[in-house]
């Protein structure tokens, strides 16, 4: 059973020695609730940060609105509400209908806290308590397509399994794809396509979805991109019916993201979908992601892919599908998007090096939003499909860039790939990945440097095809417990809670 | 090296000369029009007739609207007008949103020297226009128009000429759910105030309508 979650007001005149603090005390070292303090004094954070199961805020680094979040019930222990401070959080607190237990209560019977905390209804955990509503899934930009595919993956389990009515926005090009698949989704300019600094930008962002929350009248905001937007964050932070969750990837470069701890506080759950390179992972999110404050929460699910090794057509099947000799060798490149300079000038390369393997017949993927045209390759045959990982398994190696969601996949297809890691994002360390699935034994690693050297391991991979190891999750994992549902249920849960405080107003 | 330089250098030149061709094209088919165009007003109107831009459907045109003499926000309250709203909760969705400063749109790659802070910014609405050949109208745009600052309003996914020629674009879907393509009264209210909101993010001074409508909404 989850615990409950109660806030507590610490101002001037709190003392450790009140009574009704020292009952919650108790209650909170026999591990019965978590604790959320608001506290004015210094001197008071100090001395309440001793207790396991808490978090302090000072009063200038949360709203009250967002104080009260994620609390079951508040205890007022002593004098606050005589003081400015305490009365907006209580009579916001009033508003939301927070139960409240005052000091006179917990003064006339001793065991008054004990049978309030049990009184209280609580959303988290277990089975997902109630409908979640409407659940907002936005996106960043990004490079590719990585943050919106993995949305995609957990709206759709989420409608699927667990009742959520998914709505998407999102700053990519590729809102089509979204909509081709039967959701609503709107569109949001991303910083770089207009030509202001992004203060200005998160301004606009911020008026904007505020119309958005409007219509949609989501539970909560699914965000999936490197950088929480302040628009969105701050937003977020003067409601107290609607639930903030950031999905974010780990395999950070070292110096990005050291305001992640910062931004992360805003939310009610951070979740990482993991990587099979974790190992190789140094950077900031494996640092900080357990640094969130009761209840608040960290959690990590499995790779989230769109597509699972159990829907993915079968060699023949799709091979059938698009017409590829039964017996015959084949390779996909799918190098994704980016610059378009570099990634022209890569499946040049590519394209060339193919020469040499004559027998081969080789195809190019062609990403929905791509600039480019595949006419200039006529030797490679055009392949334009979303998710392109349906046809994974027709291939005898795959040449792919070192993001996130095209390395998994890959790895639940169990194809070989040679992975050209790419350093056009910042915030994405291919480079450590591709060595780390290489080492793992999914393929092989060929660096930008080394492109010319590519036929050697173009030759080396379709001689070796059959060699690719299992993923740990294989395929044994039914539907229900892939990454993108076990996210999905997680989001529910959160969803849930503010869904039920939605419809008690 | 050298020889993947070389092929790169063609690829591009390709391209460019593909865009090239385009504009000639379009070049032939302006005569007289373009010189009345570079004269700015409603003479662009009669460019882009001449151009045949809008081929093939029936109710298409292309209109210029003066935003200064019809506001966004007049655009609203006229739309509004006459339309209750559900409940107090639905009355305003984007109207209380109070810009500082607006946005401004990228310069676009064809004319990026010529375009400055203090261009004209001309929302270009492609709303009914579904036979509208975009990188003509944007290639005619910059020819005829090289110093204003366009910002591109779409109903469709088809958005890769903006990303090519370097432009910003805002989408408005005509229907909320893709699974039933009648827009509610709800939603018509929500897309008409975000069709003005976005009119004043992005510091709006002229509106040119290509297409069948010229509000995002419209029965199809």
């Not at chain 1, 590729?174 to 949001?188: D, F, H, I, M, T």
């Not at chain 1, 391991?457 to 190891?469: T, V």
Request: proline share 6%; with cysteine.
């Amino acid at each position: 059973m989850p615990k409950p979650v109660i806030g507590l007001i610490a101002l001037h005149e709190f003392s450790l020695e009140d009574p009704g603090f020292q009952a919650l005390e108790a209650l909170l070292l026999a591990g019965a609730v978590t604790v959320r303090g608001l506290v004015l004094r210094r001197g008071n954070k100090s001395a309440l940060r001793e207790q396991p199961n808490m978090s302090l805020f000072e009063v200038d680094e949360i709203s009250a609105e967002r104080f009260l979040r994620p609390l079951d019930g508040l205890v007022v222990t002593d004098k606050t509400t005589l003081q400015a401070t305490a009365s907006a959080v209580l009579n916001a607190a009033l508003r939301r209908k927070t139960p409240i237990i005052g000091r006179q209560a917990m003064a006339d019977d001793p065991a008054a806290l004990e049978m309030f905390v049990k009184s209280l209804p609580t959303g988290l955990g277990g089975d997902v308590p109630g409908p979640p509503g409407t659940v907002l899934f936005m996106t960043s930009n990004g490079t590719g397509l990585g943050h919106l595919t993995r949305q995609l993956a957990i709206g759709e389990a989420g409608e699927r399994y667990h009742g959520i009515c998914p709505v998407f926005i999102t700053m990519s090009k590729a809102y089509g794809l979204v909509r081709a698949r039967g959701w609503p989704c709107e569109y949001l300019v991303a910083r770089p396509h207009s030509a202001n600094s992004l203060e200005e930008w998160n301004t606009h962002l911020a008026d904007e979805l505020r119309g958005i929350l409007r219509y949609h009248r989501p539970s909560t905001v699914v965000y999936d991109g490197n950088i929480l937007p302040s628009g969105l964050f701050k937003l977020i932070n003067q409601r107290h019916d609607v639930g903030l969750v950031w999905v974010r990837r780990g395999m950070w470069p070292a110096g990005a993201g050291l305001n992640i701890a910062k931004t992360q506080r805003y939310c009610d759950l951070l979740l990482e979908p993991s990587d099979l390179a974790e190992a190789a992972d140094t950077g900031v999110t494996m640092q900080r992601r357990d640094e969130m404050p009761p209840p608040q929460r960290f959690e990590q699910v499995p790779p989230v892919t769109i597509i699972g090794p159990e829907t993915m057509l079968d060699r023949r099947e799709a091979r059938e599908a698009l017409g590829i000799d039964p017996d015959g060798q084949s390779i996909l490149i799918s190098l994704g998007q980016g610059s378009e300079h570099d990634l022209i000038q890569t499946i040049d390369v590519v394209s060339k090096s193919l020469d040499k393997f004559p027998e081969v017949k080789a195809y190019l993927g062609v990403p929905p939003t791509a600039a480019w045209s595949p006419n200039y390759w006529p030797n490679l045959t055009a392949l334009e499909h979303f998710p392109l990982a349906q046809y994974f398994r027709a291939f005898d190696t795959v040449i792919t860039a070192a993001g996130y969601n095209t390395m998994h996949e890959l790895a639940a297809a169990r194809v070989p790939g040679i992975y050209i890691p790419r350093d056009i994002a910042k915030g994405d360390r291919q480079e450590q990945r591709a060595a780390e699935f290489a080492r793992l034994g999914f393929g092989r690693c060929v660096l930008m440097k080394d492109l010319g050297d590519i036929s050697e391991a173009i030759g080396e991979s379709l001689a070796a095809q059959s060699k690719a190891a299992p993923i740990p999750n294989g395929p044994s994992v039914g539907p229900a417990e892939t990454g993108a549902a076990r996210a999905a249920r997680l989001i529910a849960l959160v969803a849930s809670k503010y869904a039920t405080r939605q419809g008690a107003q | 090296m050298i020889d993947r330089e070389k092929r790169r250098t063609e690829q591009f030149k390709r391209i460019a000369q593909e865009d090239k061709n385009t504009i000639e094209k379009l070049r032939r088919r302006l005569r007289q029009a373009e010189l009345a165009a570079e004269q700015g007003g409603l003479a662009l109107e009669q460019t882009f007739r001449e151009l045949k831009l809008l081929q093939g459907g029936s109710g298409a045109h292309a209109t210029i609207t003066n935003a200064t003499a019809i506001t966004p926000r007049r655009i609203v309250q006229n739309r509004l007008a006459g339309e209750k709203p559900d409940s107090r909760r639905e009355q305003r969705y984007f109207l209380d949103a109070k810009p500082a400063q607006p946005l401004t749109p990228l310069r676009g790659h064809w004319n990026m020297s010529r375009v400055s802070e203090f261009s004209k910014i001309v929302a270009v609405c492609f709303f009914g226009a579904e036979e509208v050949n975009l990188t003509e109208v944007i290639l005619a745009i910059a020819v005829t128009h090289p110093s204003v600052r366009p910002i591109f309003f779409l109903q469709s996914e088809n958005n890769q000429d903006f990303g090519t020629y370097g432009h910003t674009f805002e989408y408005l879907p005509a229907f909320y759910d893709p699974r039933n393509t009648k827009a509610s009264a709800r939603w018509r209210r929500y897309i008409t105030e975000k069709y003005s909101y976005l009119l004043v993010k992005w510091g709006v001074e002229e509106i040119w309508h290509f297409g069948a409508s010229d509000t995002p909404i419209f029965d199809l």
